[in-house]
């Protein structure tokens, strides 16, 4: 696969030092999700030329990056989120939104809290713009519940074997590291070892068609893109009950609607 060059104006650096600060106020505070995307910033460097560059070697991904569909227009539009038929992705993302309270419009904005060049006319920040905006329909394919740490914690994990990126690699990694202490066995840390594994085995789904895939059976659909029951989650889920509970920041207690998301 050809190397891509770099995206105009960047260093190449990884900034360890607001990667490390921003970890761990992210420790502190799982619902401070600002820090997820200084994390992203810091660490992600050449990223988002070498997922480009996979997608548009990939049969169907010219047209896809020929057309630069913004996703987070679609999923915010009302109408198009009530047009899937029952059983469908689309329709589980539909319920996924009206039982979390999120919405695409809030996860653009926390994104935007933090400088980056994710709103540039180019196609790397398009390609960025795809990944952070298709992170719910992720949610909703591989099972991982987003209003709870572990969840968040197995879909990072699932997320760093899919796209890359170091900073996916450092929140999950620490997120399994605290849950040793604070739960006091390996269940968590076991189901984000599983989410890793199971994003290596999944095809890429970065590479979706996504206006087509929302109208495929949410079974046929995971089954097509070899995402694994994830069972280690499962029985996590089950057996920490209220210690997983506590894992959560204070703040998650009195948070409604908002991005709480990507939690560590």
Avoid: C
Wanted: hydrophobic content about 45%.
């Amino acid at each position: 696969m050809a190397k891509l060059p770099p995206f105009p104006g960047t260093t190449g650096r990884r900034d360890w030092r607001t990667a490390m600060d921003a970890i761990r106020k992210l420790l502190a505070n799982g619902d401070d999700t600002t820090q997820v995307f200084r994390i992203m910033r810091a660490l992600n460097v050449g990223n988002a030329p070498m997922n480009y560059a996979r997608l548009i070697a990939t049969e169907r991904g010219g047209r896809i990056a020929y057309e630069q569909v913004e996703l987070a227009r679609h999923f915010s539009d009302p109408a198009f989120v009530a047009s899937f038929a029952p059983g469908t992705v689309g329709a589980a993302y539909r319920h996924f939104l009206e039982t979390t309270g999120y919405s695409a419009d809030g996860l653009v904005e926390v994104s935007r809290l933090v400088p980056s060049e994710d709103d540039l006319a180019h196609p790397y920040a398009w390609f960025g713009r795809r990944v952070r905006d298709t992170h719910d329909i992720w949610h909703v394919l591989t099972g991982y519940k987003a209003d709870e740490s572990l969840g968040e914690a197995a879909l990072v994990a699932f997320s760093y074997a899919q796209v890359g990126g170091l900073g996916w690699a450092l929140i999950g990694s620490a997120a399994a590291l605290k849950s040793l202490r604070v739960t006091g066995n390996a269940l968590f840390a076991k189901a984000v070892w599983e989410g890793y594994r199971n994003g290596r085995k999944a095809e890429w789904i970065s590479g979706e068609d996504y206006l087509t895939l929302l109208h495929e059976p949410l079974d046929a659909a995971r089954a097509r893109l070899g995402i694994a029951t994830p069972v280690a989650y499962l029985h996590a889920q089950r057996e920490l009950g209220p210690v997983l509970a506590s894992y959560l920041s204070a703040q998650k207690a009195g948070a409604g609607t908002g991005p709480e998301r990507i939690a560590a």
